[in-house]
């Protein structure tokens, strides 16, 4: 395995909140002088089954990218007001965008409340 992949592989395991393994180094201080059976040993091994989160990670990610969506069709409002946009323009964007959230979003929110 390069250093890059091992990098690649840290970086993801810390974005998506599973921690970090080198305890503050790089993947290359932390590397040093092991073997590649020794580095695999050393790994932890995370393993998930659909439909199964890590401490809640995928109701908050799902939570924040809702928040996100919302936020985003209000400045869209805002944008379309200030653009001189007629009411009727608006609540016909309004209403594609809950279309679009009763498909998408409502159906995994009540996934993950159940």
């Known amino acids: 395995m390069t250093d890059f992949t091992k990098n690649m592989h840290e970086t993801i395991a810390s974005h ?9 180094k790089t993947m290359d201080e932390h590397n040093r002088g ?3 059976a020794e580095y695999r040993a050393a790994k ?3 393993k998930c089954n659909a439909g199964e989160s890590f401490d809640g990670f995928e ?3 799902l939570q924040r990218n809702y928040d996100a969506f919302k936020a985003a ?3 869209a409002v ?3 007001e200030d653009a001189n946009f007629t009411s009727a323009e608006i609540e016909l ?8 959230e009763g498909d998408t979003w409502r159906p995994a929110i009540e996934r ?3």
């Open 16 to 24: 998506f909140g599973l921690g970090s393994s080198t305890r503050g």
């Open 34 to 36: 092991r073997s590649e």
């Open 44 to 46: 932890p091994v995370v």
């Open 59 to 61: 109701r908050r990610m």
């Open 73 to 75: 069709i209000r400045e």
């Open 78 to 80: 805002v944008a379309m």
């Open 93 to 100: 964007f309004k209403d594609v965008v809950s279309d679009a």
């Open 112 to 114: 993950m409340e159940q």
